[in-house]
């Protein structure tokens, strides 16, 4: 029993280690250099950088600040070529890391700075949109970073900056990680501040990306304003989207067929994480308060019949989506023996959800498909702005997949 349950607990192990690794790659891309960002974040063939291409980066400020005095250094060059056109990560050459015209501030005496190697190792990784993180280790000389002395302020260390991240833009830029270690005869104790940002002159336009082609388009709901959406600022399916409204007005052909209603409240919520369209589950479309306004405000009863099936798709360009299914009434004005059904038109022009920092529903002008009516003519329109009260902000977007 006891090597059965050895057994037992070793696979359990194992699985759990492979669902592990699985997870990992699962999110792992083949990164590439791109050489524009109108396809941020992915890249097709013919934009990628390729091998050999030289990054050249300059700074004419390189801040430290440690717990033995500050030190400002005024010329740093980093320069690295691709060892491919892309990989997983993307692999590179670190071929110079320069640091030079170095002063402690409090005195303004001359520092000396040397590089703790020649060259190193490096390599890239997309992170989101156009940027990426650059990993840099020793290829046998030393790891990255340099050696500073300060004999004014009594500093004397080595230290070593293993990562950086490069922003893709026109021109490119690379900021190493700020907080850095240093070792050595005389080294502060805490950790010291490195302030400095690269800006590259070769080449001039830049973006960290995914060595993919551009995939078909995906709607979904996104929290930032940003298209395409990182999954990371996805809302989850099954998100509510939730609002009401105080006007909600029906336009009849007919003289006299016009209705409005105080009161509209929308209920639904999507059903999908993302896809192409999203699909939307509508479980309440509820009107109120409605009248016939030009037949002396007379009341009319208004019950829902149908939801249909509804979805939303992203408007290029915009954080808009359009909005296609049939929710549909039954109006009753009993007063003036006055009754229709009325449906929005599926995919009706005007039928969106309109994202920002203040979303809503829209209806401006939508068509509306009638049936069995009296006074109201052979058409219909609607006029409504239905402001959601979740989520919010919502930004309709395509999604990074």
Request: glycine residues 10%; neutral net charge.
């Given at each position: ?24 790659s699962a999110f792992a891309v083949e990164t590439t250099l791109c050489k524009n960002g109108t396809e941020s974040p992915y890249c097709s063939p013919e934009n990628r950088y390729p091998e ?76 989101s949109h156009g940027d990426g993180t650059l990993s840099m280790s020793s290829n046998g000389s030393g790891e990255p970073g340099w050696h500073i002395v300060c004999g004014s302020i009594g ?247």
């Open positions: 029993m006891k090597l059965v349950k050895t057994f037992g607990l070793a696979a359990l192990a194992a699985l759990a280690l492979m669902a592990s690794l699985g997870a990992g050999l291409t030289a990054l050249k980066t300059s700074s004419s400020e390189v801040f430290f600040e440690t717990a033995f005095g500050n030190v400002n250094c005024t010329e740093s060059s980093l320069n690295a070529r691709l060892s491919a056109v892309s990989g997983e990560p993307q692999p590179l050459g670190i071929t110079a890391w320069t640091l030079g015209g170095c002063r402690e501030k409090t005195f303004n005496s001359k520092c000396t700075a040397t590089a703790n190697g020649p060259t190193y190792n490096g390599s890239l990784a997309w992170s500093l004397d260390c080595t230290y070593t900056v293993p990562t950086a991240t490069v922003h893709g833009a026109a021109p490119p830029t690379v900021t190493p990680q700020t907080s850095i270690s240093g070792t050595g005869a005389s080294c502060p104790g805490s950790a010291t501040t490195l302030k400095a940002t690269y800006t590259a002159s070769t080449p001039t336009i830049a973006f960290v990306a995914r060595a993919e082609s551009p995939p078909s388009p995906t709607t979904g709901l996104c929290k930032a304003s940003e298209s395409p959406c990182e999954q990371s600022n996805l809302y989850a399916s099954g998100t509510a989207i939730n609002g009401t409204s105080t006007n909600f007005v029906i336009h009849g052909s007919a003289p006299g067929g016009e209705v409005k209603c105080s009161g509209a409240s929308l209920a639904s919520h999507s059903t999908a994480l993302y896809a192409e369209p999203l699909p939307v589950e509508v479980t309440e479309f509820k009107l109120t308060g409605c009248k016939a306004v030009e037949w002396l405000n007379s009341s009319c009863e208004v019950s829902t019949t149908a939801y249909g099936s509804t979805s939303l798709s992203h408007i290029a360009n915009t954080v808009n989506g359009s909005l296609s299914g049939s929710p549909t009434w039954f109006i009753n004005c009993a007063g003036l023996g006055a009754h229709c059904t009325f449906s929005i038109a599926s995919k009706a022009t005007g039928w969106t959800l309109e994202g920002g920092t203040a979303p809503a529903v829209g209806l401006e002008g939508a068509s509306l498909t009638l049936s069995g009516c009296t006074l109201w003519g052979s058409t219909a329109t609607v006029s409504a702005t239905i402001p959601l009260s979740s989520p919010k902000p919502v930004y309709v977007t395509d999604v990074v997949h």
